[in-house]
C-alpha cells in the first residue's frame, strides 16, 4: 500500500515525506525533523543584522506568477533599508536551470537563486551557504526543511507549500448536473462526458514541458508503492517505467485529460491556459494554487475547488510539496545582505503581508498565519484534500530528466507517439542522463 499521511495546517509540509523521501535520501543526510538542534536553539533575530545602504543584491527566480509582485516587495525593502534588490523572473516556458548555469557561466553570481533541493541541489553546493542559524529557522515546518537539507545542515529557505491537481470551475460543474466530485477514473471520466454532453470542454490543456513532464508525470512516480526506491531502481537501470503496472495506468489518465482536452491543446503555453481557464472556457485544467493570482486578475468570483488525479478506480489524491528554495550563494558580492533580505520576508509585517495577499503563499513557516481571503480558494482546498496527498519527486532525477520527460510528453500530446513509444521515452530520459 501507499504510504499516506496525515495533515493539519500546523503541519502540512509532512506531506512532502510521501514522495520526496527524508533524511535518508542520498543528499540529505541529517535528521531534517530536529528543529531543536544547538544551531537552532542559538539562532535569534540579531542573526542577521540589518545590511548596509547603497548595496544591490540580484534576485534569480523562476516563479513567473509572482514576478510583478516580488519586484513590489523588492521596491518595499528599498525604501525601508536602501538595498536595492534587482529581481530577473525566468519561468514558465523558459528552462530556468539552464539559464541560472547560464547566468553563473557568465561569470554573473545572483545572491539568491532558486533550486529544488535533493538531486538539483547537488550541482550548486560550492555555492550553497549554510542557513542553519538563521532566525526563521527555528519557525520552519519541520520537514519542509528536507529538500534543502544535508548532513544536518540546512541550504536553502523553503519557498513556500504547494499542490497541484485538477482546478474545476463549480459553477461549470453544476451546468453539467455534476452534483459530487469525482474521486476515481471511471467517476472522472463520467464528469467529462456529462461536461461535453453540456457543451462545455471538460479540460484546459497546456503543451508545457514542465507541466507534462514534472506534474502530471509525478503522478506516476508518486502512486508507486515506493516512490524513491523507484527512482533509485529506474536510475540504476533496475526497474523500467515501460511495463510498470502503474504507469500502465496512468497512461488512463493522461489520455481522459489529452482526450477531451480543448482543439488547439498543442500550441496553448500556460499564460493562455490560465486565461481561458479563468475566462470559462473549460471546467478543468491541471494546475496548482499558484494559478490563484492570475485566475483572480481574470475573474475573481470564480468559485473554485481541486479535484485529485485518480489513475484507476481507486480514489485519488492531490500532490503536495516544497516548490522551490531560495539559496543564497556564497560566492556572491553580498551574500549577508541576501540573508538579510530573507529574513525581512518572513518576519516583517509588510513581507508577511505580500507573501499571503499578494503572492497567495501558504508559507513553510508556522508562524505566519493564513485565511482564505487571503491565500485564496484553491489554497484551502489544498489544505482539506491534504490528508491524503503525495508528494514530490522530480528533483530526484538528475538535471535534463525532466527535460526529457517533457519533450515526450508534448509528442504523446501532438499524436506523433503511442502509449508503448512515451513509456519508451520516460525511460531513455533518464538514461540518457544518467549515462553521460
Not at 74 to 87: P, Q
Not at 149 to 163: A, I
Not at 402 to 426: C, R
Amino acid at each position: 500500500m501507499r504510504k499516506r499521511l496525515g495533515f493539519t495546517m500546523a503541519i502540512v509540509c509532512t506531506l512532502i515525506i510521501a514522495g520526496c523521501g527524508n533524511g535518508n535520501n542520498t543528499n540529505s543526510t541529517g535528521n531534517v525533523n530536529a528543529t531543536n538542534t544547538p544551531q537552532n536553539e542559538a539562532a535569534s533575530p540579531e542573526a542577521t543584522t540589518a545590511p548596509a545602504k547603497d548595496v544591490t543584491i540580484k534576485m534569480f527566480q523562476f516563479k513567473v506568477e509572482i514576478a510583478e509582485q516580488l519586484n513590489a516587495l523588492a521596491e518595499e525593502y528599498e525604501k525601508e533599508t536602501g538595498v536595492k534588490v534587482e529581481v530577473e523572473t525566468h519561468g514558465g516556458g523558459e528552462d530556468y536551470g539552464a539559464l541560472l548555469k547560464a547566468e553563473i557561466a557568465s561569470g554573473s553570481e545572483p545572491e539568491i537563486f532558486n533550486n529544488g533541493g535533493y538531486t538539483a541541489l547537488v550541482p550548486y553546493m560550492d555555492r550553497a551557504s549554510d542557513l542553519s542559524g538563521e532566525p526563521w529557522v527555528k519557525d520552519l515546518i519541520p520537514t519542509s526543511k528536507a529538500p534543502a537539507t544535508v548532513d544536518g545542515k540546512l541550504y536553502g529557505m523553503p519557498m513556500n507549500v504547494e499542490g497541484y491537481g485538477l482546478i474545476y470551475n463549480k459553477a461549470l460543474f453544476k451546468q453539467a448536473g455534476i452534483t459530487e466530485e469525482p474521486k476515481t477514473l471511471p467517476q472522472l471520466k463520467e464528469a467529462a462526458e456529462k461536461l461535453k454532453a453540456a457543451g462545455i470542454t471538460p479540460f484546459e490543456a497546456t503543451n508545457e514541458w514542465w507541466s507534462m513532464g514534472i506534474h502530471l508525470v509525478n503522478v506516476g512516480m508518486a502512486n508507486q508503492e515506493d516512490p524513491k526506491q523507484f527512482i533509485e531502481d529506474v536510475k540504476a537501470g533496475k526497474q523500467t517505467i515501460k511495463g510498470n503496472a502503474v504507469f500502465e495506468q496512468w497512461l488512463d489518465l493522461v489520455d481522459v485529460i489529452f482526450d477531451n482536452a480543448q482543439d488547439n491543446k498543442v500550441t496553448t503555453d500556460y499564460a493562455t491556459q490560465v486565461a481561458e481557464f479563468g475566462s470559462g472556457k473549460a471546467a478543468m485544467m491541471l494546475q496548482g494554487n499558484w494559478t490563484q493570482g492570475d485566475i483572480d486578475k481574470i475573474d475573481p468570483e470564480l468559485d473554485l475547488g481541486i479535484l485529485p488525479l485518480p489513475i484507476s478506480d481507486k480514489e485519488g489524491t492531490i500532490l503536495v510539496g516544497v516548490p522551490n528554495n531560495y539559496i543564497v550563494n556564497s560566492k556572491s558580492a553580498h551574500p549577508e545582505e541576501a540573508k538579510a533580505f530573507l529574513n525581512w520576508m518572513v518576519s516583517s509585517e509588510k513581507g508577511k503581508q505580500y507573501l499571503t495577499k499578494e503572492f497567495k503563499f501558504i508559507p513553510a513557516e508556522s508562524n505566519i498565519e493564513t485565511n482564505a481571503e487571503d491565500i485564496g480558494q484553491v489554497a484551502v482546498a489544498v489544505q482539506e484534500k491534504s490528508a491524503t496527498a503525495l508528494g514530490w519527486n522530480w528533483d530526484m532525477f538528475p538535471d535534463g530528466v525532466t527535460q526529457g520527460f517533457g519533450a515526450a510528453m508534448q509528442e504523446y500530446l501532438g499524436d506523433q507517439i503511442n502509449h508503448d513509444q512515451l513509456l519508451e521515452k520516460l525511460d531513455k530520459a533518464v538514461q540518457d542522463i544518467v549515462k553521460q
